[in-house]
């Protein structure tokens, strides 16, 4: 009996922007990866500045929590070297970021309903 032998390709990591293989793969660099990371890891810190409030169990600014975990996460990541998994790590990343940016928006806007809608009433 004959044994077919298939070899599957890696997954292919969706860049927007890439339309072939080959910017994908330069997109991989690992220059790109280390500037991809500083320019999240900065998105992280802008979006930490908005976060006034303490918490309730440490009493510890929001804020300087959310700046010593980044600074603690991506400690841990710098010796990765595995690419796939530093886009990995990038994608979830940006879509973490964008998702608590979108609610801190969310709930800005209803905030600021809520006070036109109280000084509409005085």
Not at 73 to 95: H, M, N, S, W
Request: glycine share 2%.
């Amino acid at each position: 009996a004959t044994v077919a032998v298939t070899t599957t390709m890696p997954p292919r990591i969706w860049i927007p922007g890439a339309a072939t293989a080959n910017t994908t793969t330069k997109h991989l660099t690992s220059r790109t990866r280390r500037r991809e990371a500083l320019s999240l890891y900065r998105e992280i810190l802008r979006t930490a500045k908005h976060f006034h409030w303490a918490d309730e169990k440490s009493g510890q600014p929001w804020n300087q929590l959310l700046k010593q975990q980044a600074r603690k996460e991506f400690e841990e990541a710098r010796q990765e070297k595995d690419p796939l998994i530093i886009a990995r790590l990038l994608v979830t990343g940006r879509d973490c970021v964008q998702q608590v940016q979108n609610r801190f928006n969310a709930a800005t806007q209803e905030a600021w309903k809520r006070i036109e809608k109280d000084s509409e009433r005085r």
